[in-house]
């Protein structure tokens, strides 16, 4: 299957700086998604991007899927975007999913 | 509103007693999965369903089972639950493998002692 790895593993703010987390993936994938598990378990859709760039208010993402890598990028980081965040790829009908990026945002 | 379920959240159980986490979405969603996620191994897909009757292994099949009878339904079945299935279960659908994102359940915790 496809490896995902996500980086950094952990990672730690004070509230209103900006972060860029990484996803590579190590074979073409027909679709990509972000995902933030809150700290209560809740797993939350961020985009969907297999290519290309896309904005929601403060966080935006972009994937370059010939150099198959995806960025996200948080802006102005508040205390409830702490979590962890996952990459998800698809390919041959599966998913796979790299082992997340915890970020905590202090105040 | 649009959402997917299942059910139990939580359940404590022994070992070899089979049980079934059942998920359902009410979005008419063709693509549905299983998942476990274990600390700092992030989510690992146990099994998912194309379409009705259309069923396959993702990366951790063994020790369970799926059906897809129905379109909204996607039932998860441990026969002989074992220790090493102890951990958190999410369901997942999206309208198609290609077609937009993954909407997940809020999950099951389970242990088997």
């Known amino acids: 299957g496809i490896q995902v790895e996500q980086s950094p593993p952990d990672l730690i703010l004070q509230e209103g700086a900006n972060s860029t987390l990484r996803c590579n993936f190590s074979d073409s994938v027909n679709n990509l998604q972000w995902f933030h598990q809150n700290p209560w378990g809740q797993l939350i859709n961020l985009f969907y991007i297999p290519s290309g760039t896309k904005q929601n208010g403060r966080l935006s993402a972009t994937t370059v899927a010939t150099e198959r890598y995806s960025l996200l990028y948080i802006s102005s980081s508040q205390t409830t975007d702490s979590g962890v965040y996952f990459c998800a790829v698809y390919n041959f009908n599966k998913f796979y999913f790299g082992s997340g990026t915890k970020l905590n945002v202090k105040p | ?113």
């Open chain 2, 1 to 113: 509103e649009a959402q997917v379920t299942q059910n139990p959240r939580y359940l404590i159980t022994v070992t070899g007693k089979k049980l079934t986490v059942t998920c359902s979405q009410n979005m008419n969603h063709e693509y549905m999965s299983w998942y476990r996620q274990d600390p700092g191994l992030g989510l690992r897909q146990i099994y998912y369903s194309m379409n009705v009757e259309v069923t396959d292994k993702g990366d951790v099949p063994e020790g369970y089972k799926v059906s897809r009878k129905e379109k909204r339904n996607f039932p998860l079945i441990l026969e002989s639950p074992s220790p090493n299935q102890t951990s958190l279960y999410f369901c997942a659908s999206s309208p198609g493998f290609l077609l937009g994102t993954q909407y997940f359940g809020p999950g099951t915790r389970l242990t088997v002692l």
